[in-house]
């Protein structure tokens, strides 16, 4: 079963709420001002049920007690990317320190476990689980599938900015995760290689397109790319319609309230068609640690994704390759639209499910365990291992964070308008291989093709989707 997801542009606005904007619109300050203060696998089935060891964790600094329920607790989680498999087993083994409460936890690779999420949460899933906010989270309250954790909430939503607070609101009002990161989608470059060749950031398209030029006549792959998972290519989607046509009219599309067939669509395709000759050629073999890699070794010139993927430069081990890794924002395309700035920035949650079948028996012991995720320290042992992404606490320690982590902090609180993630901000059945995903990839395919016919496509594909 595909799960439909409930789309209203009006909440989608609130998930962010707090940051200042006319009518509700997203800004960022607040959350940044969360941010910012600076204290003293195997194949999964449909329901994963198998328990993969992670491994083994460094011993780093523990976060304090969040609770003294005792007991074993299974967890499920899609942190399979470069770093995150150390930075949850170090969370888990501090949790275990400070609380006494085992944990037994099946990582499940993170594209399968978003695409199996629905029969997952509807089977036996473990009892606390990584998930995203927002529309993704208000879907599953909504059926029942994950448990409201208002008397945790209580506790821990101090330590919160109202942007991350609203993002984990169901529509009931109920509360039904903790926000534990968020990360913006950039264009990453390593700065030895634009010293060495001489290229300077592109502010305009323009500028863009004349650097790719000259990137590809000195031999490199301007844009690095891989989409064999699907979803990276709906960053760039996201990124041009949210440049070319505005946040209200990408939010519109994203509930069904806009056309598919729109012009402004059409502009979409075109644009992007304008510079899919610099991409990786063989983008469709390859996942997006694959294209980050060849960032990493100076094959290609830039990537548009996101902070996540310097946890391929960390894991190198040597400092001087993260500390080479920068990036732009995605430069203006002489729209009206431009003054927005805006862009991606996710934000992930940890979560109850309901129909674990452990959950009378665990219960106790997976509301510690998003307490104890509530915490700064807690967040920041996890990012340390993958410096990624950027922890939501207010207490997080913003002394240690990279300079990347700081500067994504600032690109974020300058954009006026911010959105998740195409397949976060639509309903999942659209998203899904079957859906967009599969209509992107027809799209690079044949970038010069009938987009008509393509348009036409995908938003029939739309209107036969069951009703919400």
Known sequence: MVEPIRVDPVSRRTVLKGIAGAAGLVSIPAIITACSTTPASTAPSAAPTSAASVPAATPGASAPPASTAVGTLSIGSYHTDPGEPQGQAAVNEAFTAATGILTKTNIVDHGTFQNQISNYLGGTPETAYTWFSGFRMKFFAEKGLSAPIDDVWAKVKGNFSEGFAQSVVGNDGKVYGIPVDYYPWAVFYRKSLFAEKGYTTPATWDDLKALCTKMQSDGLVPIAFGDLDGWPAMGTFDILNLRLNGYDFHVGLMAGKEKWTDPKVTAVFQKWAEILPFHAKDYAGLKWTDAATTLLNKKSGMYLLGLFMSGVFSETK?????????????????????????????IDTWQIAAKSPNLAAEMDAAKAYLEFWSKGSTQSLFFKHQPGFIPTANDADTSTYTDLQKKAVEVVGKAKRITQFLDRDTRSDFAGPQGMQGFLQQFLKAPTGDLAALQKSIQAFWDQLPPL
């Open 318 to 346: 040597k400092p001087e390759d993260l500390a080479d890794l920068d990036f732009f924002a995605f430069p203006t395309l002489g729209t009206q639209y431009d003054d927005e700035a805006a862009l991606d920035a996710p």
